[in-house]
C-alpha cells in the first residue's frame, strides 16, 4: 500500500486526562492548505503538536490529502476547543469549518498524541478505493458529515501501516 504514515512509535499517546470533568470530547474539521508545499511543513506540525497533545492529554489524526486538511482531536473539552481556536487563527490553512463537535465515552485515537497520514499521488488508488469503500464518491471532506469524516479517518487508520 502507499498510503505514507508520518508516525514514529516513540509518539504514542502516554496522558490520556481529561482533568477538567468534563469527560472526553470529539471534534472534527476540515480547512484548505495555503502555500505551495504545504507537506514539507507536515514534520514540524507534527512535532509541535505532538508535544503540545501529550501535554494536555489531547489525541487525535490528521490527515493530509489533496491541498486539505481534515483532523480528529479527542481530549477534554477545554484543552480541545482551546486547540480548535488556535488552529483556526493559524495561517498555514483557511477555509478551517468545525464539522463535529460531540461527547465520546471513549477514545477512537487514544494511541497517537498525533498521527499524520498523508495521501498523495502514490495512494490515489487506495484512497479512491476507500472512498468509494465507504460510499463517498470522491475525496471531497467538504461535502461530508462530520459523522462520514470521522467514519473515513478511523478507516483509514486501521489500513494504514503505524511506520513510515
Known sequence: MNLKSKEAPESKARSQKPEDGGGCVQ??????????????????????????????????????????????????????????LRIGADKRHEAVR?????????????????????????SAAEARALVRFNNFGAFEPENWTGDECLGFLRTLARVTPDAE
Open 98 to 122: 468545525l464539522l463535529k463537535f460531540s461527547q465520546s465515552p471513549s477514545r477512537m485515537f487514544a494511541l497517537w498524541s498525533m498521527r499524520v497520514i498523508c495521501l498523495d499521488e502514490n
Open 27 to 84: 471534534l472534527v474539521y476540515i480547512s484548505r492548505a495555503v502555500g505551495r508545499e504545504p507537506e514539507v511543513e507536515l514534520p514540524q506540525i507534527l512535532r509541535l503538536a505532538r508535544g503540545h497533545n501529550s501535554e494536555q492529554g489531547i489525541t487525535g489524526l490528521l490527515c493530509f490529502a489533496y491541498g486539505r486538511y481534515m483532523q480528529v482531536l479527542e481530549g477534554g473539552a477545554k484543552e480541545v476547543n482551546a486547540l480548535y
